[in-house]
């Protein structure tokens, strides 16, 4: 039995991972979705569309990963210049 003070063992990242995880995430979506689209407009869907966005999802995965981690700062500071608070 785990004591009131001890937190029992979790899956979860530490707090300070949360930049990364949102990052991976974010690149997560936007590849596979960016993919569909233009595998769309420049092949048609087709029999094969799931598997040429795949192949698409492939290459575009860890490029959307490293633009989103290299940019952040950036986007961070325009939101800052943008939004009050």
Known sequence: ???QTASPRTWKLPKR???VAFAFYMACIMAFLMSMVIVA???GVDARFLDRVLASYALAMPAAFASVM???P???RLVGWTVRG
């Open 70 to 72: 290299l940019v952040r």
């Open 1 to 3: 039995m785990l004591s």
């Open 74 to 76: 950036v986007v961070l």
């Open 17 to 19: 991972m949360a930049p």
């Open 41 to 43: 407009a420049n092949g």
